[in-house]
């Protein structure tokens, strides 16, 4: 029995690694060296991200702009809130890898005219690849928005950790 779904209403969310997945998923499927991935025509209404980011904000343009919910803290040593090595490594280092996360994405979108939403945390770091699942309410509102056609959002907001410490 085929799998019944509303193209339209397609959503990707991803954690850490997972996160990084689907925003390259989405964004580098058009290239020309990644022809062969599957799934070139699907649609993707929106993308949720807990501490992703992508190997080039530079892939997305005009035709492939996607509105995007971030959770991110800005102190990530593993996944770079701008634009810097993944892990912070040196450029001498075997696997240096330099990506883009939230906020060169963002700033991305915003020349393309492109829609997003960024929630940091000032002290935040890795922890938020799990932490943004704690905001269902936020998540879901994303998700509404986007499906009504509303998702015309284009700011950062600070958010605070919902524990009280990093443990």
Known sequence: MPFKADPKKIF????SAGAE???????MRYDYRFKRLPYPNAHVAGVVSLSGAVLDENYIDATNKTPLLFFHGTKDSVVPYDTNPHR?????D??????????????RLSKIDGY???????????????LGFKFPDLI????????????T????????????SKQ
């Not at 990707?12 to 954690?15: D, F, R, V």
């Not at 912070?88 to 001498?92: A, G, L, P």
């Not at 240096?96 to 700033?107: D, H, R, S, T, V």
């Not at 997003?116 to 799990?130: D, I, L, R």
């Open 21 to 27: 997945t689907v925003l390259n998923f989405q964004f």
């Open 12 to 15: 990707l969310i991803g954690s």
């Open 94 to 107: 075997v696997g240096y890898l330099q990506i883009n996360g939230p906020k060169a994405i963002a700033e």
């Open 88 to 92: 912070f490594c040196s450029s001498k």
């Open 116 to 130: 997003y939403k960024v929630f940091y945390n000032a002290e935040g770091e890795h922890e938020w690849a799990s």
């Open 153 to 164: 959002m284009k700011e950062f907001e600070s958010i605070t950790s919902p524990i009280d």
């Open 140 to 151: 879901h509102q994303f998700l509404t928005d986007v499906l009504h056609g509303d998702a």
